[in-house]
């Protein structure tokens, strides 16, 4: 069999590739149903993109690569293809927009676009060859292999990622079976995990969420933070994670924005005998502020406390260092941090410089981004530029 295009994996970058490759583009997955990450993310709404997307909010090693698809693919883009579907859509928070409804409507939307494409689930991919000219690609589809020979070979199969939902590194692979190096890839945007006394301290607090400031290696991200039985997860936390490595420490501000010296000094004034964690439970919860006047060690209620012992206090809450001892992994991890080395790409087409004709997008590449829509946006972008220079050239 021959085709024009042939496109590994039938995700977000994948379909949106298909949608922009001209003819002849058959689409490949070995799941049972295409964009299955699409239909479970943002809970279910998906979250298409951010308003706010820039280079800035991508992590690669070369943080210019995702300039030139981003820039001719934008989130306007986007937008502008969502609302031509009729998709109802609203900005949640920090320029993060969700469907009203449904993410399964992204999903129909893509599928509609690339109408023109035959899509092959259930199919898995075994070897590629390149004779200079074509790929060939022996496909197995209900246990009967198929050659199929295509002028150009997308490969969209995502990264590494919740294996259980069919991820498997196989980009990765192709990308050192034809010469391309590929980045240290690690789990992102995924919860981190504690363990001895620090875990101990945190399980009872499990199911708290708070508003924080946290802090890794230089950088801070202001946002939901929330507690669970195996260490600290929501926003603030998956946003930090793609920023963290084993053996650094965290610190997170509990209550970002109050000037809580002042506060306590105040309250110490204006009946102070109150305990430590009720003074602290006018800023966080009350379970909270328990754990954090436990552990300042302090005795006595406020009033007892000279000028010294608040500060101590206030820094219990503004600056509690703590130390990882790890991350849920490739389990619950929503993203793969790294990958296929930008180096050996073209980043106007996403072409492969050594190999025409071969072409990463998405996840697999390695550009990442921050949470809040940036990593759907990366998708479309690099799914988009990959797709028109094929398009183009096939005319
Ligand atoms: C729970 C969760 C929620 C998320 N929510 C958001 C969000 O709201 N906003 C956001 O921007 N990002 C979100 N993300 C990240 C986003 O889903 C990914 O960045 C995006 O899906 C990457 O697109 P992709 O096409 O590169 O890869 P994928 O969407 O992962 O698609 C890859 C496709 O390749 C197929 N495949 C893999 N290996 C093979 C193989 N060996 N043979 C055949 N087929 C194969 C897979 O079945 C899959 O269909 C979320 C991720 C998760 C896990």
Redesign the pocket.
């Known amino acids: 069999m021959q085709v024009e295009t042939l496109i590994?994996?039938?995700?977000?970058?994948?379909l949106m590739c298909a949608a922009h490759s001209g003819p002849g583009v058959l689409v490949?997955?070995?799941?049972k149903s295409?964009?299955?990450?699409?239909r479970?993310?943002?809970g279910g709404r998906?979250?298409?993109?951010n308003l706010h997307t820039c280079p800035e909010n991508f992590l690669s090693g070369n943080p210019h690569f995702c300039k030139s698809a981003l820039g001719r693919y934008t989130q306007w883009d986007f937008l502008d293809l969502v609302s031509r579907h009729g998709i109802a859509w609203h900005e949640k928070t920090l320029g993060q927009l969700f469907c009203d409804e449904s993410a399964k409507q992204i999903v129909a939307m893509l599928l509609a676009e690339a109408a023109g494409a035959e899509l092959w689930l259930q199919?898995?991919?075994g070897a590629i060859d390149h004779d200079g000219a074509r790929f060939s690609v022996i496909l197995e589809r209900d246990g009967r292999p198929t050659t199929v020979l295509a002028r150009n070979l997308v490969v969209?199969?995502?990264?590494k990622?919740?294996p259980k939902?069919?991820?498997?590194g196989?980009a990765y692979r192709i990308a050192e079976r034809f010469g391309l190096g590929v980045t240290e890839t690690r789990p992102a945007?995924v919860p981190l995990t504690f363990s001895g006394p620090v875990l101990e301290r945190l399980k009872p607090l499990a199911g708290l969420s708070v508003d924080a400031e946290v802090t890794c290696n230089g950088v801070a991200f202001r946002e939901g933070l929330l507690f669970t039985h195996r260490g600290l997860s929501g926003p603030a936390i998956l946003q930090i994670s793609s920023f963290w490595r084993e053996g650094d420490p965290i610190c997170v501000d509990l209550v970002p924005g109050v000037e809580l010296v002042a506060a306590l000094r105040s309250r110490r004034q204006s009946g102070g005998r109150i305990a430590l964690a009720t003074a602290l439970s006018e800023y966080m919860p009350t379970r909270l502020a328990q754990v954090v006047a436990e552990g300042s060690g302090l005795r006595g209620n406020l009033a007892d406390q000279n000028d010294g012992a608040v500060r101590e206090l206030s820094a219990r809450a503004t600056g509690w260092d703590l130390l990882p001892s790890g991350s849920e992994g490739y389990r619950t991890?929503?993203?793969t941090l790294g990958g296929v080395a930008t180096d050996g790409l073209s980043s106007s087409t996403m072409e492969a410089r050594a190999v025409p004709g071969l072409y990463f997008?998405?996840?697999?590449v390695d550009v990442t981004?921050w949470l809040?829509?940036?990593?759907?946006?990366?998708?479309w972008s690099s799914?988009w530029a990959a797709g028109a220079a094929i398009a183009a050239r096939s005319q």
């Open positions: 590994l994996g039938a995700g977000a970058a994948g490949v997955d070995h799941a295409p964009g299955e990450k699409i479970i993310s943002g998906c979250n298409f993109t199919t898995d991919v969209a199969t995502g990264g990622s919740i939902m069919g991820a498997t196989l945007l991890a929503e993203v997008i998405g996840e697999c981004g809040g829509g940036y990593n759907f946006q990366w998708a799914g």
